[in-house]
């Protein structure tokens, strides 16, 4: 078979520049319809606003304008019926549509791309795509957010330990530990409402590069399509991929929450910690131990914010060096962010599921919530409060005091008074009141601290603000 193989025709709509086909490998490089493809509903979007700005500057007649809209309308019930032939000789969506418009309805849809090129055709939809993520990204989060604030509402008093360095650090309640993930998704939401709002500019108009010389209203085109306003640069309009790398980048840092929060629940659920328990909707077995009950939903989330760390990096290597304007380098934009759109809504649908599924073990948490000297900073909080030592003596004291209470084996509270007041002659009956679990959590009431009355406060104003 020949590089030039005549079984790859030559795409109609290259013109009369070629004469013969390219060969196969290039055919199979060149396209990207069998990706691009998902992008139609944009592109038909973009080519009904276009089509009428076309009319109503007179570039086009009323007439042809119609028979584009119809002939666009029927694309678009074939391709949701399943109906519609793509074809990989034609590469891409744009060709695609525009050549079954031409099948369709004759010389005006030849007439469709005046004053454009697949170039601000491409851009145009590609952004139209992301900004329909983002949106139902968004309401995903919130979703996601509204089901972690209702656990928290349901479990704001009830303890458990607080971790740092994953050793058992101070109490602090269940209710709160959810809580902060649901300041976490609220940055995403809001990292993606920025990115929605920087790329909300309409490159349609700029045509290859250079603009268009026909008189065409690119302010018309932008409102038409949702835009805030038309793009400023011809050149920045159909290179530009920012709004790809910063979705990307949101996406990133969202993939990253849900993994922290998928790693939480791979441990609470594990024998040692015991704090969770997920239903079978959650979980697998094993096809050799027939104990186990595997939390693979929560390791496949884990696992899956590679693959979206691993898109932005790709995307980035992609446009690094480009200069201006377009080059195909530039088809390699649309897969990454198709697969992070598509992996980050799964991973959030998955963690949202275990966030309503999850049984906590309360009294197993309870447990450990006081283990450890978890008290230690309230017995040193006390000395200043009551005795008016210095922090740091005051850390001192209490130290001296856990490293007592470690060599008896028994918690601080089972230390007797007069052990206590070896270390600081002063120290009072009072000190025990701060070494309970309930008055060590209710004593963290700075604004933010973990005191139950701030986390049930702190649930109902999430959701109230959730349900607006």
């Not at 993520?133 to 309401?139: F, N, R, V, Y």
């Not at 790329?199 to 290859?208: D, R, S």
């Not at 060096?321 to 697969?339: I, S, T």
């Not at 007592?404 to 007797?416: H, M, Q």
């Amino acid at each position: 078979m020949s590089e030039t193989d005549p079984a790859a025709p030559v795409n109609p709509q290259w013109g009369g520049r070629f004469a013969e086909g390219p060969a196969r490998v290039m055919q199979r490089i060149n396209a990207s319809i069998s990706f691009d493809r998902r992008l139609w509903r944009q592109d038909i979007a973009a080519s009904r606003a276009h089509a009428a700005m076309l009319a109503k500057t007179g570039i086009l007649s009323e007439a042809d304008a119609a028979a584009i809209a119809q002939g666009l309308d029927e694309i678009a019930a074939e391709i949701e019926s399943g109906s519609f032939v793509f074809r990989e000789e034609l590469e891409d969506i744009h060709m695609n549509i525009e050549a079954r418009l031409v099948e369709r309805i004759g010389e005006a849809g030849r007439r469709l791309h005046t004053a454009r090129s697949r170039n601000d055709q491409v851009a145009t939809d590609f952004r139209l795509w992301v900004r329909d993520a983002i949106d139902g990204l968004d309401q995903q989060l919130k979703d996601l957010m509204r089901a972690l604030a209702e656990r928290a509402a349901q479990h704001a008093s009830d303890p458990m330990p607080g971790f740092t360095h994953l050793q058992i650090a101070q109490p602090i309640t269940f209710g709160h530990h959810l809580l902060a993930y649901v300041e976490m998704f609220a940055r995403d939401r809001g990292r993606l409402a920025d990115c929605r709002k920087r790329l909300n500019e309409c490159p349609l108009g700029a045509a290859a590069l250079a603009g268009t010389s026909f008189p065409i209203d690119r302010e018309m085109t932008a409102e038409a399509l949702g835009f805030a306003r038309p793009m400023a640069n011809s050149l920045d309009a159909v290179s530009d991929r920012d709004f790809a790398l910063e979705f990307l980048a949101a996406a990133a840092i969202a993939a990253t929450h849900l993994s922290r929060l998928a790693e939480e629940i791979v441990l609470w659920a594990s024998p040692p910690f015991q704090f969770i328990a997920l239903s079978d909707a959650f979980t697998t077995g094993s096809s050799i131990m027939p104990q186990k009950r595997n939390p693979d939903a929560a390791e496949l989330v884990r696992a899956k914010s590679g693959r979206i760390f691993g898109a932005l990096m790709g995307l980035l290597t992609v446009v690094k060096a480009l200069p201006l304007a377009y080059a195909k380098d530039l088809q390699e934009d649309k897969e990454p962010v198709f697969d992070a759109a598509e992996t980050l809504s799964l991973a959030i649908a998955a963690i949202s599921g275990m966030v309503r599924d999850l049984r906590p073990d309360l009294a197993r948490m309870r447990a450990f919530a006081g283990a450890a000297y978890a008290t230690a900073t309230d017995l040193a909080d006390w000395l200043v409060r009551a005795l008016g030592l210095p922090f740091r003596t005051a850390h001192h004291v209490t130290g001296r005091l856990v490293a007592r209470a470690e060599a008896k084996g028994v918690e601080l509270a089972a230390l007797s008074l007069a052990e206590m007041q070896e270390e600081e002659p002063r120290i009072t009956a009072e000190v025990y009141s701060v070494l309970s679990l309930e008055n060590a959590l209710a004593s963290r009431t700075s604004y933010g601290g973990t005191a139950p009355q701030n986390v049930a406060r702190a649930a109902a104003r999430w959701l109230a603000e959730l349900s607006s």
